[in-house]
């Protein structure tokens, strides 16, 4: 309902043409393969890839198409990762239609647009977390084990179990499933 509501208003837009609608981010790649669109508007849950790992796939494959992130997750640290995979937007979904139509000018045009208060609040709180431990420890909030964790990525158990334990000293948290739950609160999962 929303996917089709926000092409409906988009499509009222003069300069704007909506091109193709996806329901996963699979699917979403696959249509900006095919379709080139100047400009992919995700968000970042969705079944399949995530629109953090859409972006970070569009720009590690070097194609044209410039994202934009649209989203409920309020979060510094999604932010944070939204940038860091080359997007070039990244607005709340309770932002105006108008300044949604304007962020896609502007981002269409090379520029970025992107949510004011949560730019501040990004500044503010980094994410502690290496690329590594928040692959382990986003593993471990999903309950697998140590040993499981290990054959997946390639390391040994011991290894698994210092990323842990560094990633819970970083973010303060008693166990790993308590840090799993605070990263993802804060966005960095």
Do not use: C
């Not at 208060?117 to 140590?146: C, F, I, K, S, Y």
């Amino acid at each position: 309902m929303v996917l089709g509501a926000l092409g409906s208003l988009l499509g009222l837009e003069p300069d704007i043409d909506v091109v193709g609608a996806a329901a996963d981010g699979d699917e979403a790649l696959r249509l900006v393969q095919t379709l080139q669109p100047d400009i992919l508007l995700t968000d970042i849950e969705m079944p399949g890839r995530s629109g953090l790992d859409v972006a970070a796939e569009i720009r590690r494959r070097g194609l044209a198409t410039r994202v934009i992130i649209l989203t409920t997750f309020a979060r510094s640290g999604y932010l944070r990762r939204a940038l860091d995979a080359g997007v070039g937007g990244y607005l709340l979904k309770d932002a105006p239609s108008a300044t949604l139509a304007d962020a896609i000018r502007t981002v269409h045009q090379g520029g970025r647009a992107v949510d004011p208060a949560l730019a501040a609040e990004a500044w503010a709180e980094p994410d502690p977390l290496t690329d590594r431990e928040r692959q382990v420890l986003r593993m471990a909030g999903d309950g697998l084990t140590n040993a499981e964790i290990a054959a997946r990525v390639h390391l040994s158990e011991g290894t698994v179990r210092n990323y842990l334990s560094e990633a819970m000293r970083k973010l303060d948290a008693t166990n790993r499933t308590a840090a799993a739950r605070l990263a993802r609160d804060r966005g960095w999962l």
